[in-house]
Structure formats: C-alpha cells, structure tokens
C-alpha cells in the first residue's frame, strides 16, 4: 500500500470510546436538566466535563492526520474530562446519602455487562427515563470507568503507531526522499 502524505482518517463514530462518550453527554445532559438545580455551577461543570470527553476525540481523530502530538494530547484531555465528570457523579451519590454501587454488587456486575455489550444512547436513555437520580448516576459512573478504560487503549495505541511510523514530519521526509530516488 502507498504511503500518503495526508492519509484520510479520523472516522471518530467508529470509536469505541466516542460512541460511550455519546451515550455519557447524552446521560449526563438528562441527568442535569431533571436532577440538579438550574442555578448549581454543577450543572454547567458536568456537561461541559461530558462535551469535552467527546468533543475531544472527534478533534484528535479530526488532527490525525497531520499531527500525532495533538491527537495524542486530545485524547488525554477527553480521558481526563471524563474523569472530572466521574468525581462530579461520586460527589453528588455523598452530598445526598446515596449508596455508590460497590464492585461486586448485582447494579454494578448487571451495568457493566451492559455497557460493555450496548454503546447506543438511545438504549441508556430509555432506561434513564424509568430511574431515579441515583441510578442514573451509578450508570454513568460506571459508563465512564468504561470510557476510561478504551481511552486507555486507545492512546496505547496511538503511542504504538507513533513508535512504529512516526508522525508527520518524519513522514513528510520520507515521502519527500522516496520522490528525490
């Protein structure tokens, strides 16, 4: 196969990771707009934390092609805007009494196989609109441990690939060579 310069990537909807960090915005919104009070900086704090998660991988995957450093760095800041969410979730279970599912509870063991077998959002919205505040929020805490963990593997990757072929620049010179032949 011939090296381009410009490969086409970044089909970011094809990503694991962004079709769990979807169905996380799409949670969290609907979690924000019936549970929290409209006047709570939270509310603003949490949906931006769930846009961020997504938004930046579809920018990382929309660099791609040009630049590894800024998709790497992209990638990493959604990872680590999922993880912010991830505390706004655990702080609201304690600020309210609520049981955070431990790790080998039934809620947890059942979410986590469905998370990992469902990244549609209309399949958690429909199971949000039937539950309280609590279980909506030990769904995304459990969504975004998921996210998490494909980010993870998703930046090992982009760290292999980059060892592995380097980024633009080396690949401008190599091309560039290649043609001088």
């Not at 310069?5 to 799409?26: E, F, T």
């Not at 930046?56 to 995957?61: F, K, Y």
Request: hydrophobic residues 35%.
């Amino acid at each position: 196969m011939k090296e381009e310069l410009i490969p086409h990537r970044g089909n970011y909807k094809n990503l694991l990771s962004y079709q769990k960090a979807d169905v996380i915005y799409c949670l969290t919104y609907h979690f924000v707009e019936h549970y929290l009070r409209r006047n709570d900086r939270t509310c603003d704090q949490m949906i931006q934390a769930a846009r961020s998660g997504k938004q930046n991988i579809i920018e990382g995957c929309a660099a791609s092609s040009t630049s590894a450093k800024t998709e790497i760095k992209l990638v990493n800041v959604a990872k680590a805007s999922l993880q912010e969410l991830l505390e706004d979730y655990e702080d609201y279970l304690k600020t309210r009494g609520h049981r955070q599912w431990e790790e080998d509870s039934v809620e947890l063991l059942k979410m986590r196989e469905l998370g990992t077998r469902h990244n549609d959002t209309a399949f958690f919205m429909n199971i949000a609109q039937t539950r309280p505040p609590e279980t909506i929020a030990n769904m995304c805490i459990v969504l975004i441990k998921q996210a998490d963990y494909l980010l993870f593997r998703q930046l090992k990757r982009l760290e292999q690939d980059f060892l592995a072929n380097g980024g633009f620049n080396e690949r401008m010179y190599r091309l560039r060579s290649k043609r001088r032949e």
